[in-house]
């Protein structure tokens, strides 16, 4: 959410600490998204869908395959609108002079059916919904001034207010992204507890109220998705990071949570992941950036379900790609995003989030840029421009969006796309006045892509950096097959394509064979090689963990640098017999056209073909080397 005091500023000389940022990466800007059905402008508001949603590369699309645009708005409130300093009850200490009681903003000055009318006329078709963690545990009713247009909500928690806000969205057709904003229900995002999903709470906790949330409204198809938390930055002493393994590590805890989500509650979400918003100081000379999404290029989520991970990212012009978007004290030279040409912006994006849109990834998945927004009273001609420049981009490339915010008050906060005087008059972007609308109108018009989405190959990373990672529900069942090993295993659906020589990196991809498994959860562990067929030495010298005839390896382990075991599953349909030798153990071994992108970087690995399936796993013992995967037994999918 938008904030021009940047908190991390006072207590800068007290946290001169060795600082790591995060990896950088360059991207060639994507190219606008060409349609393969012709463009045409979609009807606003709620189009007929039919949940659940899921992905197919970078589109997300209905239970019937057709394309899902988010086309959504930010209604805040819930998460808190306290700006930590001063009495909770003056309005005057709140963001923008306005006091949510925790709830929805507007539910004081206008009928929720009025407002929803008001929503269809912008023609979104979705809403991010912000709550926090003390909003979901909060006994406490509302004061009845908070719902004064709405006397049906009084006497009612704010949790309950919620619940009511979302069956009526639902109820009009409006999807629905739960979003856990704040720890706290104080605005943030400085430093004021809420840097972090574990701030002032434990990760456990934190998981804990997302599958309380996914349970409550798992009968409600209409809510779509779990964003699981905004904006993770720098606390006064610590950076978050992704991948370290440590409990600061946003990668790992947002993998717990949507395996839990996924597995304990509703497997029917999407799952959204927001890049790392900050990280270090934001002073010349010291380290710091704004990571956003580019870490996904090197280390990206595997979900239990390869069709329903997207990732988000913020953009405000006011911000940079190393701009903290202070001003005054603790304002770096870095230029923010209003600052750069066109060009520089398209660039940025695309290096920053846009990348992701890449199909045949490892990382492929649709962006969804779920907070972007400008006041209607700005004047200063590079935030105009930078405005009409970021809408152009997200139309061109018919990205997934969410405005920040739907609802304010009038005279309050002119960032807001509705404004509600204390009479219920709404005033905004649909007037003729507001010079934000012709941007608007633009993005919300634009051509997009609509129709059925044919599938496209998934490509998956799976990586025991710091433990398992048995993607699959089926594997799961059975149990643990490989004790005190580190274990990786492919989601139900993807069989295992490539595996790095260091590092215990693999591949699972369904391209070209699409499901191989047959039916059941039956599947075998191999530990030697009794299952290499006579006369069948593919790598001499080596021990080879061959699967069984119609078997594919799912999965594999390892005990510190060395193998451990194969996974391998029945197939359905007959497999080849015959094969090659992939050898990666002093070089890459991969595929000319670098399908499933470089899913172990600074490793070597190897990779079968397309069309092929991966047999078996060689490696030696010998002193000096190192004992990880050396080969690979690729075999043709078919006889």
């Known amino acids: 959410m938008p904030t021009r005091l940047v908190q991390y500023l006072t207590v800068i000389s007290a946290v001169l600490t060795l600082l790591t940022t995060a990896p950088t990466a360059v991207a060639a800007v994507p190219e606008p998204v060409a349609s393969e059905a012709p463009a045409q402008t979609t009807p606003p508001a709620a189009d007929t869908w039919q949940p659940p949603l899921s992905t197919r590369g970078r589109y997300i699309v209905d239970a019937q395959g057709h394309r899902f645009r988010l086309k959504s708005a930010n209604w805040d409130g819930a998460q808190g609108s306290w700006t930590g300093s001063g009495s909770t009850a003056d309005p005057a200490n709140h963001h923008a002079g306005q006091n949510s009681y925790g709830i929805p903003l507007g539910l004081d000055r206008t009928p929720l059916p009025q407002l929803l009318t008001d929503f269809q006329e912008l023609g979104i ?15 406490t ?11 049906q909500l009084r006497g009612k928690t704010p949790l309950q207010i919620y619940d009511a806000v979302v069956a009526a969205l639902t109820g009009d057709g409006f999807a629905v992204i739960l979003n856990n904003h704040t720890n706290s229900s104080r605005w943030c995002c400085g430093i004021d507890g809420n840097e972090r999903w574990n701030s002032g709470q434990s990760t456990q906790q934190w998981a804990d109220d997302w599958v309380f949330m996914a349970r409550r409204y798992a009968t409600d198809s209409g809510v779509v998705g779990a964003d699981l938390y905004n904006e993770v930055r720098r606390d006064i002493m610590d950076d978050p990071n992704w991948g370290l393994g440590d409990s600061h590590d946003w990668y790992a805890a947002a993998q717990l949570a949507a395996d839990r989500i996924l597995t304990e509650a509703n497997p029917d979400l999407l799952i959204v992941i927001e890049g790392i918003n900050w ?28 069709h329903k991970l997207v990732y988000s990212a913020h953009f405000y012009g006011y911000t ?21 040409t066109r060009d520089q912006l398209y660039q940025v994006l695309a290096d920053q989030a846009f990348f992701v849109t890449a199909e045949g990834q490892h990382y492929t998945a649709p962006v969804w840029v779920s907070e972007f927004g400008i006041g209607a009273n700005e004047t200063g001609t590079a935030a105009r421009t930078w405005f009409g420049n970021v809408t152009d981009y997200f139309a061109d490339h018919d990205a997934d969006f969410a405005y920040w915010p739907l609802v304010g008050w009038e005279g309050h906060d002119d960032w807001a796309l509705l404004r509600y005087d204390s009479a219920g008059r709404r005033s905004g972007i649909l007037d003729q006045g507001d010079w934000r609308g012709t941007a608007w109108d633009h993005l919300m018009t634009s051509p997009t892509r609509t129709g059925y989405i044919t599938s496209t190959p998934v490509w998956r990373m799976l990586t025991t950096d710091h433990g398992d990672q048995v993607q699959s529900l089926r594997v799961r069942a059975g149990g643990d097959w490989d004790p005190g090993a580190y274990k990786a295993a492919c989601p139900d659906g993807l069989r295992l394509i490539g595996l790095s020589h260091t590092g215990g990196r693999g591949l699972c991809t369904d391209t070209t064979g699409g499901d191989l498994r047959a039916a059941g959860n039956v599947h075998t562990v191999v530990t030697d090689e009794r299952y290499v067929p006579a006369g069948g030495d593919w790598a001499g010298g080596y021990t080879k963990l061959q699967c069984p005839a119609g078997q594919f390896l799912i999965g594999y382990s390892h005990r510190g640098d060395r193998v451990s075991a194969a996974l391998c599953a029945p197939a359905r349909t007959p497999l080849g017999h015959t094969g090659r030798t992939v050898w990666f153990d002093r070089s890459d071994n991969r595929p000319n056209d670098g399908a499933g992108g470089d899913f172990a970087q600074g490793h070597y690995k190897g990779q079968c073909a397309a069309g ?14 190192t004992p990880g995967p050396a080969a690979l037994f690729c075999s043709p999918l078919q006889r």
Do not use: C, K, W
């Open 125 to 139: 078709n979705s809403i991010r919904l912000p709550f926090s963690n003390e909003m979901i545990h909060s006994t």
């Open 279 to 306: 990280t270090g100081l934001p002073v010349d000379g010291l380290p710091h950036d704004r990571p956003t999404l580019t870490p996904v290029r090197t280390l990206s989520h595997t979900l239990v379900d390869a």
């Open 320 to 340: 940079g790609p190393r701009h903290s978007g202070a001003t005054g004290i603790g304002e770096t030279h870095d230029p923010r995003y209003q600052d750069l």
């Open 612 to 625: 092929e399936y991966t047999a078996g796993i060689a490696f030696t013992t010998r002193l000096g080397s």
């Open 141 to 151: 009713a509302v004061p009845d001034a908070a719902v004064a247009a709405n006397p």
